[in-house]
T-cell receptor, first 117, second 113 residues
């Protein structure tokens, strides 16, 4: 158990709909990262928040948005869903703002399976 | 984050040692090297991290040459349960910018009986 909690674990929704994925980071971690992994694909970085502020942005679509709340949990909002958005969405957390060095390792949750039909 | 290059796949047999090399030619001074293991439909799991020379823990060893332009993850005496995708990630704990937090393609390791 990495200590990163994601909900829901599985979600099935229709095209055009909007969903929200939730992540609770490890206790004490200030950074939250969101990744997308489609079937047999690598991990695609979407966005990172550090202590409530956006820190880094990857290839996140305009239909997607995220935020980190004062209690450090984060939500990823996916709207106008398309079939191609079906994927495993991972949240990860780390203590500091970047992924390097001992004590600042990124730890991943078990992911939220999104199926768009 | 430094761009990383790994072999796409490797096959091995139970009991053998598996060595996976990651190239990161433009690694920066403050960058650390971290390796992750991912099983299907699960989140990547931290294996080992290092900055230079050799690091060993209960599951793996990490060898980093003096120029730090590559690193080799060594898995001793693998078992069938070590079949997974292995990723190396190179980064600076103080910096994160743009889309430099994307993992490389990873190496699919298949351990055969």
């Amino acid at each position: 158990d990495s200590g990163v909690t994601q909900t829901p674990k599985h979600l099935i929704t229709a095209t055009g709909q909007r969903v929200t994925l939730r992540c609770s980071p490890r206790s004490g971690d200030l950074s939250v990262y969101w990744y997308q992994q489609s079937l047999d694909q690598g991990l695609q970085f979407l966005i990172q928040y550090y202590n409530g502020e956006e820190r880094a942005k990857g290839n996140i679509l305009e239909r997607f948005s995220a935020q980190q709340f004062p209690d450090l949990h984060s939500e990823l909002n996916l709207s106008s869903l398309e079939l191609g958005d079906s994927a495993l969405y991972f949240c990860a957390s780390s203590a500091g703002p970047g992924p390097g060095s001992s004590g600042n390792t990124i730890y991943f949750g078990e992911g939220s399976w999104l199926t768009v039909v | 984050l430094a761009k990383t290059t790994q072999p796409i796949s490797m096959d091995s047999y139970e009991g053998q040692e598996v060595n996976i090399t990651c190239s990161h030619n433009n690694i920066a001074t403050n960058d650390y090297i971290t390796w992750y293991q991912q099983f299907p439909s699960q989140g990547p799991r931290f294996i080992i991290q290092g900055y230079k020379t050799k690091v060993t823990n209960e599951v793996a060893s990490l060898f980093i040459p003096a120029d730090r332009k590559s690193s080799t993850l060594s898995l001793p005496r693998v078992s069938l349960s070590d079949t997974a995708v292995y990723y190396c990630l190179v980064g600076d704990r103080f910096k994160a910018a743009g889309n430099k937090l994307t993992f490389g393609g990873g190496t699919r390791v298949l351990v055969k009986p």
